[in-house]
């Protein structure tokens, strides 16, 4: 079976440009987490989504930050404009809802870097 | 609110021997699940073990267990007969909820763990 997959893997863009970071996450998973990992702040969980809908977005810094899942197969963390602060790992996971267990599976993760 | 504690930043072993890594957690949830990641220098986030609130035994998989002392809201990770590839960063996580109910998932600060030769 297909893992969680992100794209792009590496992303260098100068700052104030607008990026992008899609996931894909584990087909039958009903929850997807958003984390952004750094040397400073360790990892941080960003936004939930719970059946395609944001449940807790209060880890999102600021509001040059937006999440979305229009379906269950797909979700994107965006950042417009973005700053040399944002540099970091960006990870989305995706967790079952089965009686048998509820892990969280992440993706190899989205090395952002803002110049 | 969730927290996960990990109070060693990092810990040494000798090759084959065993090492214990610990995590204590604090929720009000009665039902919960605690997961042990693991991280190598390439990045990925590796899942390990997974025990849920309500498991009477221990969760073990293959060199890996989790020792769960629910009363004392603790749950180590013991590794049997490290390896060189252990070395990493570990992570113990907690999510609320069970099954149809999980949510949201809090992470600890992580141990570097470095397996010696």
């Known amino acids: 079976d297909a893992g969680v997959i992100q794209s792009p893997r590496h992303e260098v863009t100068e700052m104030g440009q607008e990026v992008t970071l899609r996931c894909k996450p584990i087909?039958?998973?009903?929850?997807l987490f958003w984390y952004r990992q750094t040397m400073m702040r360790g990892l941080e969980l960003l936004i939930y989504?719970?059946?395609?809908?944001?449940?807790?977005d209060s880890g999102m810094p600021e509001d040059r930050f937006s999440a979305k899942m229009p379906n269950a197969s797909f979700s994107t963390l965006k950042i417009q404009p973005s700053e040399p602060r944002d540099s970091a790992v960006y990870f989305c996971?995706?967790?079952?809802?089965?009686?048998?267990?509820?892990?969280?599976?992440f993706g190899e993760g989205s090395w952002l870097t803002v110049v | 609110a969730q927290k996960i504690t990990q109070t060693q930043p990092g810990m040494f072993v000798q090759e084959k021997e065993a090492v214990t890594l610990d995590c204590t957690y604090d929720?009000?949830?009665?039902?919960?699940?605690l997961f042990w990641y693991k991280q190598p220098s390439s990045g990925e986030m590796i899942f390990l073990i997974y025990?849920?609130?309500?498991?009477?035994q221990n969760a073990t998989e293959g060199r890996y267990s989790l020792n769960f002392q629910k009363a004392r809201k603790s749950a180590n990770l013991v590794i049997s007969a490290s390896q060189l590839g252990d070395s990493a960063m570990y992570f113990c996580?907690?999510?609320?909820?069970?099954?149809?109910?999980?949510?949201?998932?809090?992470f600890g600060d992580g141990t570097t763990l470095t397996v010696k030769p």
């Open positions: 087909s039958g998973h009903n929850s």
């Open positions: 989504f719970n059946n395609n809908v944001p449940i807790d």
């Open positions: 996580a907690m999510r609320e909820g069970q099954g149809t109910n999980a949510g949201k998932s809090t």
């Open positions: 996971a995706s967790g079952g809802a089965t009686q048998s267990g509820n892990t969280i599976y």
């Open positions: 929720t009000s949830d009665q039902s919960y699940g």
């Open positions: 025990q849920g609130s309500y498991d009477e």
